[in-house]
DNA sequence: GTGAAAGCGCTAACAC
DNA sequence: GTGTTAGCGCTTTCAC
């Protein structure tokens, strides 16, 4: 295979190719300003030929934008992530955008971290998922000068920023109200770290469930998982594996669901049985899993494109307040959550 | 909020504020060259003091480095390459590298396009996931003008270009062979697009199973799934609806098993009885699934991981031929495939 | 050790 | 319509 040097045709080079100025080269490859038939044909037969491609790097620099937007997530592994990451990049493709991708690992400090990589790379703007509810100051600074930022998953009501969220707080009583309603008493929860916001919403919706049906919270039967699967199956054998288990559980978010069956099962605890499950957050396997599993499913790939859609907004110049769009949620009840019990 | 118009500060900005030379302030602020303790302090605090963040656009101009690399997967929902996204990132972040992903949708035109746009963003190297066995053209002569390429997943003996890719042929031959060895004789496979390189070997090991055991290979019994788990549960229905149908499934990649599950369990067959089931590549609740899922595991996030190593040698200077690591599978046997049939 | 000046590849005034 | 010129923000000679 020979070794093309064309490391970098640069416009120069197709104007002297095309024999015009660099300038004239620069507006035929460049589509803008008035150039002649015969000169823009001329650049453009010369450029095709020599396989010009042109430097966005550089055009950036001038143009002030790059069309890359960064997008910080807990982690890509995570299906959540992964579908709003795909949905983010549907949205922004359209309009010639690609994605620059980071992983916080829900750690604020890389979180703070991975923010200053992007903007020193000048994205356009930012979609982030906050692994804290607290500090925001750093992503209020960055769009206050310039870098437009949309924040997702989690809600953050003082923030002066676009937020897209579920209505946690709803789907979560939802799915505890359900549980309630077939007659569970002792409501097992195994929540996400209390930094992320909307595991505080979801937790309320428990605790708002309860509250209607008139019982008590007890707070032994909350336990905190954490971002793993792992992490959830461990949460849930502390909640499950003593003689006073709850009957039911509700599982905060798709890996705490994942690890709560993994821990049902090594217990070799029956569904639903010995203990009901309701999960936030659908996945793809929830159908198909004997019995199949109830759960809160929100509308993930939307909450990606919103962001993306509320990006390009601002980017497009929209000035006014933060937007905070709330997308619903739905209870879709299969097996899990068992049947009426006496 | 105010709206702090900083939206970009500059290095001569803080040469002023410092009272050195714009040249000065730069070699301290990017640590080359030599420069006075006394400057560089008074560069540093008055860097610090305006919140000054280097604009590594303009760095990467004249250095001719993004520190970017671009990831090209068919599509980053699916859990596989969720996972291989994760390892590259781990890989290159160390070295301070970011991501630019891009989908292909597993169309050659798409992933065409997405590699020219990667570089004309000037990514310094690609990642990609080949969705054509045939014509990678494209991809070696951006890796011959200087922008090297690592393939991962899909075998590409021919290309001049590094490759990850797992020991498909053995993996796929180990599962069907312990299909074959606990009674199986008549066992479906349901595979990727052709396109796709790896789909090829996956298959070839099916039929040097059968070979092997002195088995008739029945075209019958091969079924095309596609990208997504609904086309993985049209193929398995086509394969199992019908009175002669397969007694063992082999599925080649994780959303095709993903939809035979969804199959299966719509059919209201029952794993291993009706019909036993292995599949290729792992996934978090194969364990979890009652019975458990037998399946090929491959070192998903190592290929990631892997091939980011392989990239970043080849930044660093490395000129040899291309390197083909092949990672191995191993068989994990769980309950889908059934003990000894009589 | 430090400053002046050139240049990365492009866009954008501004003349002609 | 076209060419000349001046930057974008940075790194990097090259004198001093």
Do not use: C, W
Not at 1 to 19: C, E, K, R
Not at 135 to 159: H, K, N, Q, Y
Not at 236 to 248: C, G, M, N, V, Y
């Amino acid at each position: 295979m020979a070794i093309l040097p064309s490391v970098g045709l640069t416009v120069s080079d197709i104007a002297s190719a095309a024999g015009v100025s660099q300038a004239t080269a620069a507006r035929a490859l460049g589509n803008y300003g008035s150039v002649s038939d015969g000169a823009r044909e001329k650049v453009l037969e010369a450029a095709n030929r020599l396989g010009y491609r042109r430097n966005e790097l550089a055009a950036a620099l001038v143009a002030g934008s790059t069309q890359t937007i960064g997008l910080v997530v807990g982690d890509i592994e995570n299906p959540f992530f992964a579908t709003v990451a795909r949905g983010v990049a549907d949205a922004i493709e359209v309009e010639g955008h690609t994605l620059l991708l980071a992983n916080s690992d829900e750690d604020l400090e890389r979180e703070r971290h991975a923010v200053e990589a992007l903007r020193s790379r000048q994205v356009d703007g930012l979609i982030v998922a906050s692994s804290s509810a607290e500090d925001v100051s750093f992503l209020e600074s960055a769009s206050s000068s310039g870098t437009p930022v949309v924040l997702i998953d989690r809600p953050m009501p003082d923030a002066e920023l676009d937020t897209v969220t579920v209505e946690n707080a709803a789907g979560a009583e939802a799915a505890v109200a359900h549980l309630i309603e077939v007659g569970h008493r002792r409501i097992g929860v195994l929540t996400d770290q209390p930094e992320i916001a909307s595991a505080g919403e979801r937790l309320e919706g428990y605790r708002a469930a309860l509250d209607r049906a008139g019982l008590e919270f007890d707070e032994e039967l909350v336990v905190e998982g954490g971002p793993s699967q792992e992490d959830g199956r461990r949460g849930t054998l502390k909640l499950l594996d003593r003689p006073d288990r709850p009957t039911a559980l509700f599982t905060a978010s798709n890996l705490a669901t994942y690890g709560a069956l993994s821990a049902i099962a090594a217990l070799g605890l029956t569904i639903p049985d010995d203990v009901a499950l309701v999960g936030f957050d659908d996945f793809p396997l929830a159908e198909v899993l004997a019995p199949p599993i109830t759960v809160v499913s929100q509308p993930v790939s939307q909450i990606g494109q919103e962001a993306g859609r509320l990006l390009l907004e601002r980017l497009a110049g929209e000035q006014g307040p933060p937007r905070r769009v709330r997308l619903k949620t739905e209870l879709t009840v299969r097996g899990s959550s068992g049947g009426p019990r006496s």
